[in-house]
Nanobody, 125 residues
Framework: QVQLVESGGGLVKTGDSLSLSCVASAANGCTFRTYAMGWYRQPPGAGREFLGAISWLDGITWYPDSVKGRVTVSRDNANKTLYLRLTDVEPWDTAVYYC???????????????WGQGTQVTVSS
């Protein structure tokens, strides 16, 4: 059973950068393995938006055009930690941010069976 725990959310000022972390582990004596990990977010009253992912073995990344240039996804294999950096944040970046693990670099959402509990990010104007 895979467990993903995000951290780093909170209040961010417009124009600042946002940094989140996600630590992965496996319960019941299992070993954490995944093809890819990534990030989604869900703004208030809206659906979930894919932000990007990274292949766990070789570090290849993929980002949707909507966030390309603002988002960086990276990982630390030794510490089983995934990172998200979002630059130049705006109030519409306010959302719950989720860490995911699964079988794809570029979605769809059904390819990510493992989700963290989410961390709230609020961008103040």
């Amino acid at each position: 059973q895979v467990q993903l725990v995000e951290s780093g959310g909170g209040l961010v000022k417009t124009g600042d950068s946002l940094s989140l972390s996600c630590v992965a582990s496996a319960a019941n004596g299992c070993t954490f393995r995944t093809y890819a990990m990534g990030w989604y977010r869900q703004p208030p009253g809206a659906g979930r938006e894919f932000l990007g992912a990274i292949s766990w073995l070789d570090g290849i990344t993929w980002y949707p055009d909507s966030v390309k240039g603002r988002v960086t996804v990276s990982r630390d294999n030794a510490n089983k930690t995934l990172y998200l950096r979002l630059t130049d944040v705006e109030p519409w970046d306010t959302a719950v941010y989720y860490c995911v693990a699964g079988n794809s670099l570029n979605g769809p959402i059904c390819e990510y069976p493992h989700w963290g509990q989410g961390t709230q990010v609020t961008v103040s104007s």
